[in-house]
């Protein structure tokens, strides 16, 4: 399959730079305006044990984030976990999770969106039954921080369900080997 020539899309960070601030901010917007509703009111409050909270929940979630790209990749792709490699490129300031195999397309989009749902929307979900503002705070970060997975996906899509996808280890970069 390798041996014939892929089609290559690969994506421009500046783009998704811009997509992510929107995609923080509209939801941001959107879950504070649901708190308002469900609570009265909108009370913030600022503290030291917030901004710690704050900052180890952004790293924590980034972490499980990536986790959960790894574990698509097992249970949708087949993937071992031995093929799996997962870090940050702080040259281009991303953290990722990749492997060294080809995966089928509808598996890899699959892959793609499950961090979305399980560190965005469930984090949001809870946030807004616990009141956690923190929490409510960092799950619009972490769907705003999954602009590069939509983008990703919505290239996919274009391609049948049978395709075999490659990621490029290096760069936000895939091979997509069309099916015969």
Do not use: C, I, P, S
């Given at each position: 399959m390798e041996q014939q020539d892929p089609v290559i899309v690969e994506l421009e960070l500046?783009?998704?730079a811009k997509q992510s601030i929107w995609l923080t901010f509209l939801p941001l917007i959107g879950l504070l305006l649901i708190r308002f509703f469900l609570e009265g009111g909108l009370f913030l409050s600022f503290s030291l044990w917030y901004f710690l909270y704050f900052i180890i929940g952004y790293i924590l979630l980034i972490v499980i984030h990536e986790f959960f790209h790894l574990l698509g990749f097992r249970i949708f792709c087949n993937i071992p976990w031995k093929n799996m490699?997962?870090?940050?490129?702080?040259?281009m300031g991303v953290a990722y999770a990749?492997?060294?195999?080809?995966?089928?397309?509808?598996g890899i989009r699959k892959a793609l969106l499950l961090p979305f749902w399980m560190t965005g929307v469930l984090p949001a979900v809870i946030a807004l039954y616990i009141g956690d503002g923190v929490l409510l705070t960092l799950s619009a970060m972490l769907i705003g921080g999954a602009a590069g997975d939509f983008a990703m996906y919505?290239?996919?899509?274009k391609f049948p369900d049978n395709a075999m996808v490659k990621d490029d280890p290096e760069l936000p970069k895939l091979y997509i080997y069309p099916a015969k």
């Open positions: 500046q783009k998704l490699d997962y870090g940050v490129n702080l040259k990749t492997a060294d195999r080809l995966m089928d397309n509808k919505k290239e996919l899509k």
